[in-house]
Nanobody
Framework: VQLQASGGGLVQAGGSLRLSCAAP????????MGWFRQGSQKEREFVAS????????LYADNVQGRFTISREFGKSTVYLQMNSLKPEDTAVYYC?????????????????WGQGTLVTVSS
């Protein structure tokens, strides 16, 4: 499944960005989706996930209250609204699709990945 992430860019600290991730039109919408990020010389880390129906969301502690994950019901399109951005949020952001309807924070929960979109937050 080829996922297409978009919406990255350069923003000043305190600003906002909205990332989008779309799967091909015929992709089943019954799977959980997630966002991860990887900073320079850092390991890929969990950011947020959302269940198949949007009813369950999980966030990393360092983005809780600033980022919001959402999805269009019945579609495999997921969004990540990022507010109050900080320089430490600078990373390549990846969307991912889980095998199941609910997914957690682990990389191995997600067998399908997009190509990533770069977010740069200047101080």
């Amino acid at each position: 499944v080829q996922l297409q992430a978009s919406g990255g860019g350069l923003v000043q600290a305190g600003g906002s960005l909205r990332l989008s991730c779309a799967a091909p039109r015929r992709t089943s919408s019954n799977n959980a989706m997630g966002w991860f990020r990887q900073g320079s010389q850092k390991e890929r880390e969990f950011v947020a996930s959302i269940s198949w129906n949007g009813g369950t969301t999980l966030y990393a502690d360092n983005v809780q209250g600033r980022f919001t994950i959402s999805r269009e019901f019945g579609k495999s399109t997921v969004y990540l609204q990022m507010n109050s951005l900080k320089p430490e949020d600078t990373a390549v952001y990846y969307c991912a699709r889980s095998r199941g309807s609910y997914a957690g924070r682990g990389l191995t929960d997600y067998p399908y990945w997009g190509q990533g979109t770069l977010v740069t937050v200047s101080s």
